[in-house]
């Protein structure tokens, strides 16, 4: 049974950083697609990026790119998300997703973590 | 990006009632299309995956179908556990982009 247990709440000022963690257990970490959705309040889910530990290039949406960073170490069967530059519009539920097994090259999200939520305020 | 418009935006109906859920998709994205159930304050969970494969323990009254730019999700017979918020999402290619959501509420 996979599980995806994330990092707690945080609370930043704009400008700082935050880093939001993602341990897996059960099934193989490696070859497995671990993405990152986040959704603000009250709104839809947003695809951030995502990374193959076993080939450790990220992919990332082009609104994220070069102000998030996504990486993940097999070692601790442990996948990072941390995003730069925060704003008060970063205010978000975060969630780790895993995707499941399937037939192409690119999989739905079939397991989840429980989401971190990241508020962004002065 | 591929864009992904869900239709309605809400849904009112009462248990037991049959209702459809439409996705488009802004190009042809063949049948890698997923959707996803979510409830407040939980994460989401997948239903459908290649748009018509039912995910392991997910009730059989919940069916999807559709290829190329338009998709439907189908819940056969309400049930008072399936109000909640209903996404579709592309996995045909990068970036993977979502519908605004469907919520459900009872009439």
């Known amino acids: 049974q996979v599980q995806l247990v994330q990092s707690g709440a945080e609370v930043k000022k704009p400008g700082s950083s935050v880093k939001v963690s993602c341990k897996a257990s059960?099934?193989?970490?490696?070859?497995?697609?671990f993405n990152w959705v986040r959704q603000a309040p009250g709104q839809g889910l947003e695809w951030m990026g995502g990374i193959i530990p076993i080939f450790g290039t990220p992919n990332y949406a082009q609104k994220f790119q070069g102000r998030v960073t996504i990486t993940a170490y097999t070692s601790t069967s442990t996948a990072y998300m941390e995003m730069r530059s925060l704003r008060s519009e970063d205010t978000a539920v975060y969630y780790c997703?895993?995707?499941?097994?399937?037939?192409?090259?690119?999989?739905?999200?079939?397991?989840w973590g429980q989401g971190t939520l990241v508020t962004v305020s002065s | 990006d591929i864009q992904m418009t869900q239709s309605p935006s809400t849904l009112s109906a009462s248990v037991g009632d049959r209702v459809t859920i439409t996705c488009r998709a802004s190009?042809?994205?063949?049948?890698?299309l997923a959707w996803y159930q979510q409830k407040p304050g939980k994460a989401p969970k997948l239903l459908i995956y290649?748009?018509?494969s039912l995910e392991s323990g997910v009730r059989s009254r919940f069916s999807g179908s559709g290829s190329g730019t338009e998709f439907t999700l189908t819940i056969s017979s309400l049930q008072p556990d399936d109000f909640a918020t209903y996404y579709c999402q592309q996995h045909n290619s990068y970036s993977y982009t979502f519908g605004q959501g469907t919520k459900l509420e009872i009439k």
């Open positions: 059960g099934g193989t970490f490696s070859s497995y697609e």
């Open positions: 190009q042809s994205i063949g049948r890698w």
């Open positions: 290649d748009a018509s």
């Open positions: 997703a895993r995707e499941r097994n399937c037939s192409t090259t690119y999989c739905p999200l079939g397991y």
